[in-house]
């Protein structure tokens, strides 16, 4: 069974940062795509970053987050990361992680099969 587990989430201020880690297991990791996507309350999710397969040399950020948010992937460890800087009140969101079907980059929430339980991050002014 394909579990993904989201951690490091929690309450800061802004312009704090914070480091979401997403374990997966049950599945091959380092062929495929992997990404963070976001809902706010009242609010659809949102994608946030994605990173492809094995190396992970193409990534790609929404235009909210481009320059304060990373993420990478430790495929030894089955681990991806969000490290996020700079964080802004309206960062304040139920952070998920997404394990793709490809290994390409993706945006599109279609194209992710599994998705962990999803980790809150709060941010305060």
């Known amino acids: 069974q394909v579990q993904l587990v989201e951690s490091g989430g929690g309450l800061v201020q802004a312009g704090g940062s914070l480091r979401l880690s997403c374990a997966v297991s049950?599945?091959?990791?380092?062929?495929?795509?992997m990404g963070w996507f976001r809902q706010a309350p009242g609010k659809e999710r949102e994608f946030v970053a994605a990173?492809?397969?094995?190396?992970?040399?193409?990534?790609a950020y929404a235009d909210s987050v481009k320059g304060r948010f990373t993420i990478s992937r430790d495929n030894a460890k089955e681990t991806v990361y969000l490290q996020m800087n700079r964080l802004k009140p309206e960062d304040t969101a139920v952070y998920y992680c997404?394990?793709?079907?490809?290994?390409?980059?993706?945006?599109?929430?279609?194209?992710?099969?599994?998705w962990g339980q999803g980790t809150q991050v709060t941010v305060s002014s």
């Open positions: 997404a394990a793709g079907r490809y290994g390409s980059v993706s945006t599109m929430p279609y194209e992710y099969n599994y």
């Open positions: 049950g599945r091959t990791f380092s062929s495929n795509n």
């Open positions: 990173i492809s397969g094995w190396s992970g040399r193409s990534t």
